[in-house]
């Protein structure tokens, strides 16, 4: 099937194919779309995240799980699963694999009963605390390109989509 050439103001009577493998494709379009942009600067940061975080044998949602227990000890499931937006059948799983690990360990709730916290470790917090400088570093690296004033306010932008 040929591929077709778009641009934001064109209708598709005015497209032109492109047959495959010849020359390059027109993103034009796809480029004015914040969720496309958002996802490709994404999809270069975890690149990154991924390689890097390899030494700690870290995914980046198992990254983020030890951040917010790290910054929020006794955190519990219910919450960690609001913060990432994640179903609690998912977490399940994050959480087990993390305890499993010894990265992190469930204590009582000290107000509600049928609660439990989450804590780090003595390990966890030792791989957390790299992983976070680790962190740090690869997100400077993926976004090079950007002073870190740029980098601040695109930061603050994205968190107005979401917040």
Not at 77 to 104: F, H, K, W, Y
Not at 140 to 152: C, F, V
Not at 155 to 160: A, D, E, S, T, V
């Amino acid at each position: 099937m040929p591929r077709v050439r778009t641009s934001p103001r064109s209708t598709l009577a005015e497209q032109a194919p492109v047959p495959a493998g010849q020359g390059t494709v027109d993103t034009s379009y796809l480029r004015t779309l914040v969720g496309y942009n958002a996802r490709r600067a994404a999809l270069s940061i975890i690149k990154v995240f991924v390689e890097r975080m390899g030494v700690y044998e870290l995914k980046v949602v198992e990254f983020s799980v030890l951040c917010l227990v790290a910054h929020n000890p006794g955190i519990t499931s219910r919450q960690l699963c609001a913060a990432l937006d994640v179903m609690p059948p998912n977490l399940v799983g994050l959480v087990a694999t993390l305890e499993r690990r010894g990265l992190i360990e469930r204590r009582p709730h000290p107000s509600d009963g049928r609660a439990v916290g989450l804590h780090l470790t003595a390990d966890g917090a030792e791989l957390t605390a790299k992983a976070e400088h680790t962190a740090v570093d690869l997100e400077i690296d993926a976004t090079s390109r950007l002073t870190g004033s740029e980098r601040q306010t695109l930061i603050r932008l994205l968190q107005k989509i979401y917040d």
